[in-house]
């Protein structure tokens, strides 16, 4: 596993309204990607936007920023292509949200994007340890799903010290 530090801040408290501005603000500032929060309204209660934001993003900040598209969705398989299409460059999926993540990794690959597997903070980490050598990162979530603005459990700092320490699991 590559354990250099990258710094991709999310975009769901930012200024909407002004999504652009807001997003060269993060990339100015030196941002390594840009982490865009899916909801959907139903693996999570809330909604943000799909992939025709992420298609006018692209289209006003160019092909150079990463696009991380973090799917907070039930059947992530649904949007996958759409998101491809529009210019994500990584697919983040909740392994929690899809009965076959191993068709889904083969799928997003083919699409041309790398794969983002993330649990929910209940779900203990070796149900993702099993999928560790076909994806690129592991988020480890330290939030409820679903809402911005909430208190770092730092009681899931242990999942990530245990993934980094696991070599065996990324080759
Ligand atoms: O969407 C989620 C959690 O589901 C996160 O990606 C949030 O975006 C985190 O929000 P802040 O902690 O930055 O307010």
């Known amino acids: 596993m590559v354990s250099s530090c990258k710094t991709g801040p999310d975009i769901l408290n930012s200024n909407l309204a002004s999504l652009v501005a807001e997003c060269l603000q993060m990339l100015d500032s030196g941002a390594d990607y840009l982490h865009l929060d899916v ?12 992939h025709p934001v992420v298609e006018s993003l692209q289209k006003h900040l160019g092909q150079d920023p990463f696009f991380n598209m973090y799917m907070m969705v039930s059947r992530p398989e649904q949007w996958l292509k759409p998101m491809a299409i529009a210019g994500a460059n990584r697919y983040t999926f909740y392994l929690e949200a899809t009965e076959n993540p191993g068709a889904l990794i083969k799928d997003i690959r083919e699409n041309g994007m790398k794969v983002g597997l993330t649990i929910k903070p209940v779900t203990t980490v070796e149900y993702l340890a099993a999928w560790a050598n076909q994806i ?10 679903g809402f911005g603005g909430q208190k770092f459990m730092d009681n899931m700092m242990p999942k990530v010290h245990w993934l980094r320490t696991q070599s065996h699991l990324w080759t």
């Not at 909801?39 to 936007?49: A, E, K, L, N, W």
């Not at 690129?136 to 799903?145: G, K, S």
């Open 39 to 50: 909801m959907g309204g139903h693996f999570v209660p809330s909604i943000t936007f799909g």
């Open 136 to 145: 690129d990162m592991a988020l480890v979530m330290t939030v409820i799903l």
